[in-house]
């Protein structure tokens, strides 16, 4: 399906109906609102849907060298408008979206403090990635899963995370209990699954929904040990007699609460005298 006009509530709605329909990310078609719908007056009189129109962008594997050019320019712009001073240089990275070993373009911005462009846990490196995709998507009218990395950032987490991986397998497959990672975006929680996809002990799964979705790394053998103590028979029986004597020796205990209370039942306390004044 390459052409898809979805009606809904909202232009938001329809766009996310949509991309849920096509299987695609939104850096992936280009997106035509048709209408933008009216929410009517009482009672809902005169209400509107929204409709919009997706189109699939055409695929290339291997895209052309106007393409790379493209990007390129585009990138350094973006890098102008955001006043980070950088260099763009090309790279070779492995791709996010696929099972290519390499993606078909990729950046590596180089500069003096771009921590700044790389932000918490790398989201605005994604946020800038994610926008060139779209800017070069429409005006090639193609879709390529370009990569944008700044100092080598991605790099150097793809190995922690294979590291990480490696680490919390050798965890679960000697507790025989299942650990959960923190959140991560999709590129992140795929280099986890690769890095564990061959395990003989672990397997991984996700779970969560949007930003909070995580990866579960589980034993394939749980462990079954036994869960807390067990006795014999004989043992059983043993507690069970000890339990009745005892039984039977605070069955005396009433009694002597009862000669207790009668003792004292023969105290009398001594009346107050008023006082005289």
């Given amino acids: 399906m390459d052409v898809l006009e979805v009606n ?9 109906k949509a991309l849920a329909e096509m299987g695609v990310s939104r850096d992936e078609v280009r997106i035509t609102i048709l209408n933008e719908g ?10 509107e849907d929204a409709r919009v129109r997706v189109e699939r962008l055409m695929a290339e594997p291997v895209p052309s060298s106007d393409v790379a050019v493209v990007a390129t320019e585009t990138l350094q712009k973006l890098l102008t408008l955001l006043e980070v001073e950088g260099v763009v240089s090309p790279a070779v990275y492995p791709d996010e979206s696929s099972e290519q070993p390499t993606a078909p373009v990729a950046f590596n911005i180089e500069g003096d403090d771009l921590g700044i462009l790389i932000g918490r846990r ?6 800038l990635q994610y ?25 150097r987490r793809h190995e922690a995370l294979k590291a990480l991986a490696l680490r919390m397998a050798d965890h679960v497959k000697t507790r025989g209990s299942p650990f ?16 564990l996809a061959d395990n003989p002990a672990v397997y991984t799964e996700s779970i969560g929904e949007g930003e909070s979705r995580k990866v579960v790394i589980r034993p394939k053998h749980p462990s079954s040990g036994p869960r807390g103590n067990s006795i014999s028979n004989d ?28 003792q004292r039942g ?12």
């Fill in 38 to 47: 009216k929410s009517g007056g009482i009672f809902g009189i005169g209400a």
């Fill in 235 to 262: 043992q059983r029986s043993t507690v069970s007699n000890q339990w009745g004597n005892s039984l039977g020796q605070r069955s005396n205990t009433p009694g002597q609460w009862g000669n207790t209370q009668s």
């Fill in 266 to 277: 023969n105290y009398s306390r001594p009346r107050r005298q008023p006082p005289n004044y």
């Fill in 8 to 16: 809904a509530k909202t232009t938001h709605e329809a766009i996310e």
């Fill in 180 to 195: 959960t990672l923190e959140p991560m975006p999709p590129y992140e929680r795929r280099i986890v699954h690769l890095a």
């Fill in 122 to 127: 790398g989201q605005t490196l994604a946020a």
């Fill in 131 to 155: 926008v060139l995709r779209l800017i070069v998507g429409h005006k090639t009218e193609t879709w390529v899963p370009i990569i944008v990395d700044a100092e080598g950032y991605k790099e």
